[in-house]
């Protein structure tokens, strides 16, 4: 009896081996089969941001004169609204000559009822130079108004792109209270003009760390 247990219990060892050994093949399949697919997945992560910069690059050209204005009442022609608007806001002296719109059209929604918030409108000038220009002076002016309202100045620039800009709001706002001069490049690039000369960041987390080791009382900055 005694010898018939003990090969009952060496069968029964042996028996867990075997599906032990089954176990972990089966595990050692799925986890072959797990990092098949973190590999497939992470090609794909990669396919598809080179689609996006590739789509970035074929856009951004065609958009690089396009502003959009927030604020201006609803009107008929958006083009010549657009055209009259800017120069009465912002001033002959800002345009050298004659300040075109190529095209410009309001935001694709319903249209607002009297007293609502008027749609954005996107405008694409003829001429670069004058998007600097419009720019520059509305920075210059600080806020606007036409007709009681007021107006700003946004980029025209994807959700996406326009979210990694974003970013950058602690590290712009640093810049303010450390009275740097900054410009926010594009695609999402923050420049910093030190005493040194420029400095560059397309991290957010970096330029933040970076300005917060900055003494409170800076000498003359050059631009």
């Not at 806001?89 to 007293?115: M, Y």
């Not at 933040?208 to 800076?218: D, G, I, N, R, T």
Request: proline share 6%; glycine share 4%; net charge positive.
């Amino acid at each position: 009896k005694h010898g018939s247990l003990v090969e009952e219990m060496r069968q029964g060892f042996t028996s867990i081996q075997a599906g032990l050994s089954d176990l972990h093949s089966e595990v050692s399949s799925i986890n072959s089969k797990i990092d098949k697919i973190s590999q497939h997945l992470d090609a794909s992560e990669r396919r598809i941001g080179d689609l996006e910069d590739t789509i970035s690059k074929i856009w951004w050209p065609r958009r690089r004169s396009n502003l959009r204005i927030v604020g201006l009442p609803e009107g008929k022609d958006p083009v010549a609204f657009v055209e009259k608007a800017l120069v009465e806001v912002l001033g002959e002296a800002t345009f050298p000559g004659l300040v075109e719109i190529e095209r410009a059209h309001r935001a694709l929604r319903p249209r607002p009822r009297e007293g609502e918030r008027p749609r954005i409108i996107i405008f694409k000038l003829l001429r670069f130079p004058d998007k600097v220009r419009i720019l520059r002076r509305a920075r210059e002016m600080g806020q606007l108004t036409y007709q009681n309202q007021r107006m700003i100045f946004f980029l025209d620039v994807s959700a996406e792109l326009q979210a990694k800009r974003h970013e950058f709001t602690e590290a712009r706002c640093l810049c303010h209270s450390l009275q740097i001069p900054f410009s926010l490049l594009h695609p999402a690039k923050l420049r910093v003009s030190l005493k040194e000369g420029p400095k560059f960041f397309v991290d957010p987390v970096e330029a933040v760390s970076f300005l917060k080791q900055l003494p409170a009382h800076l000498p003359a900055l050059a631009d």
